[in-house]
């Protein structure tokens, strides 16, 4: 590995002592993920609980509670602890604008998420972070989500690469997941689209990251279409081929994950097709993401 790497990863790996005293937190690898315990997310979390885990939440960006049972109204308590909710777009009628069914059955022929991405990035303010919890895995087995660091995955760019990246700025089309497939967003849909910085502070640790979503990001406004085609390419294999960067969370019925929309991308496998896999997701409103 290149030194600038190398340095990389024991500055994102090297922390001060950890100020857990209610929650016991656990790293799943040195740079991504942390299982939390302690916790039972049906009852009001302590001011003291709250530090702690936004403390493990900034740390770790993503954290995986095990063995909690919750209705939807905890559920939607929980994410509130981090900021509003992020409504869903274009929530079916008569559903709970706050909470998105994620149900994949032998009836399926698509899933949501199953490719590298995050959330609504051509939102202005994207959303901070999602909550999701199953409760019907696949019975044989299979349905994990994968999560890639964004904060790793700049940082493993040369010092060169880095900088030129820093000057940029990306258009995300909230129109690109249905016009890559051939159609058209549906004309209820007011389809959003924003320019952010290619790279970006994240809002509460000042950190950098990459951020760019190939689902959404058109195009690199300073730069031809081709080389605008040829540099996003090459960032989008970058997140989706470096193994140091990824996180792989295994579900078991009654686990909520919780990750930062920012600071991870993530993909849903598609693996246990015909059976049944099945939970609710609710977002938490993000803000505006500067360079
Ligand atoms: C998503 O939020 O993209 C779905 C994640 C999952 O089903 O694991």
């Known amino acids: 590995m290149e030194e600038y790497a190398l340095q990389a990863v024991e500055r994102l ?43 493990a939440f900034h740390t770790h960006h993503v954290l995986v509670f095990r063995d909690q049972d919750i209705t939807p109204e905890e559920h939607k308590r929980f994410a509130g602890v981090f900021g509003a909710l992020h409504p869903v777009a274009l929530a079916p009628e008569g559903s709970d604008p706050d909470i998105l069914e994620i149900k ?10 199953n490719g590298w991405h995050s959330d609504g990035t051509a939102d202005a303010e994207p959303s901070l972070g999602s909550m999701l919890y199953l409760t019907t895995v696949p019975q044989d087995g299979g349905g994990d989500t994968l999560f890639a660091n964004m904060h790793l995955a700049y940082e493993l760019l040369s010092p060169a690469m880095r900088a030129f990246l820093d000057t ?42 990459l951020f760019v979503n190939a689902p959404y990001t058109s195009h690199i406004t300073q730069l031809s279409r081709p080389e605008s085609d040829a540099l996003l390419d090459m960032l989008h294999a ?54």
């Open 168 to 209: 940029l700025t990306a258009l995300h089309d909230g129109a690109r997941p249905w016009t890559t497939a051939g159609l058209t967003p549906p004309p209820e849909y007011d389809v959003p689209r924003t320019e952010h910085p290619v790279v970006v502070r994240h809002p509460e640790t000042g950190r950098r990251l």
């Open 238 to 291: 970058h997140i989706a081929r470096t193994p140091m960067l990824h996180l792989r969370v295994r579900w078991q019925p009654r686990t909520l994950v919780f990750w930062d929309n920012r600071s991870v991308q993530h993909h849903a496998i598609w693996d246990y097709f015909p059976h049944t896999r099945h939970g609710r997701r609710v977002a938490v409103q993000g803000t505006r993401l500067e360079g």
């Open 104 to 113: 994949a059955t032998a009836e399926s022929r698509a899933v949501a998420g």
């Open 13 to 55: 790996t090297t922390r001060p002592a950890e100020p857990y005293e209610t929650i016991t937190v656990t790293p799943i690898t040195p740079l991504l993920g942390a299982e939390v315990s302690g916790l039972d997310l049906a009852e009001e979390l302590t001011p003291r609980q709250e530090k702690e885990l936004k403390h």
